[in-house]
């Protein structure tokens, strides 16, 4: 099992920026990808971004392409999300997660490990 802490959310400003972190522990050698997702009040959780945890491609959804970097350290067991020119629409809470084997990424039933999750919150 993996445990996943995030930190790094906060109140900023429209056009403001934020880095997320999310820092795994436990058998750190069982992943094989991870992800960001983020989940606004009322509503479901959505994917945001996806990153190997070996090399590969990022995906990342539509509304982030361009502002959104999703990087990762395997060093320190952390993925990262670099949240630019932060909309007021980016508000939500944002959770990490992680896959053990190769599956579908857009989908929250197909990760395996949660962290608990950072409120980030984009005033106007």
């Known amino acids: 099992q993996v445990q996943l802490v995030e930190s790094g959310g906060g109140l900023v400003q429209a056009g403001g920026s934020l880095r997320l972190s999310c820092a795994a522990s436990?058998?750190?050698?069982?992943?094989?990808?991870m992800a960001w997702f983020r989940q606004a009040p009322g509503k479901e959780r959505d994917f945001v971004a996806h990153?190997?945890?070996?090399?590969?491609?990022?995906t990342y959804v539509e509304s982030v392409k361009g502002r959104f970097t999703i990087s990762r350290d395997n060093a320190k067991n952390t993925v990262y999300l670099q949240m630019n020119s932060l909309k007021p629409e980016d508000t939500a809470v944002y959770y990490c997660?992680?896959?053990?084997?190769?599956?579908?990424?857009?989908?929250?039933?197909?990760?395996?490990?949660w962290g608990q999750g950072t409120q980030v919150t984009v005033s106007s």
């Open positions: 990153i190997p945890w070996n090399g590969g491609t990022t």
């Open positions: 436990g058998r750190t050698s069982t992943i094989y990808a």
């Open positions: 997660a992680t896959q053990y084997r190769s599956r579908s990424i857009y989908q929250p039933y197909d990760y395996d490990s």
